[in-house]
């Protein structure tokens, strides 16, 4: 058997404030998981989405540093619309979350945002121009 992809894993500084701005994107993270070392949700089409506080990788990994610097990897959100990525964009901003690129039309036919979660990973909003 082949491997499948199955799970995208992200080391948090701050386990309540990483789930409460993946929250607001409408990823389904449980009540009090805020509390918990590892978090983890399954997403529509199965893929899981995993948070792991830095001094729980450390259980297993004790010279795990986490990484500095831009982001290699960025998880992208879809919206209904070009409004939505504005309107998320204003909302995640206003909630104290760091804007890294305001929202723009893209040459390659998409409006797009990108902001960064509280440990710096890149998190796009992006919706189609013109109707699919």
């Keep these: 058997m082949t491997p499948h992809f199955d799970l995208i894993g992200m080391a948090v500084t701050e ?5 409460d701005f993946y929250r607001r994107l409408g ?3 449980p009540a009090g998981a805020e509390r918990e070392p590892h978090v983890e949700v399954t997403l529509a ?6 948070w792991d506080a830095v001094d729980m990788i450390r259980t ?3 010279d795990f540093a986490p990484p500095t610097g831009s ?5 992208a959100f879809r ?3 070009p409004a939505e990525v504005d309107r998320w964009y204003k909302e995640l901003t ?10 723009w039309d893209a040459q390659w036919g998409q409006r797009y945002a990108v902001l960064h979660d509280p440990d710096g990973n890149g ?6 121009l013109a109707a699919d």
């Design 123 to 128: 998190v796009d909003l992006f919706a189609p």
């Design 60 to 62: 297993f990994d004790p």
């Design 45 to 50: 089409g199965g893929v899981r989405l995993a």
């Design 71 to 75: 982001p290699r990897v960025n998880l």
């Design 94 to 103: 206003g909630a104290g979350f760091h804007g890294h690129l305001p929202p």
């Design 27 to 29: 990823v389904p993270v």
């Design 79 to 81: 919206c209904a619309d």
């Design 15 to 19: 386990m309540a404030r990483t789930l």
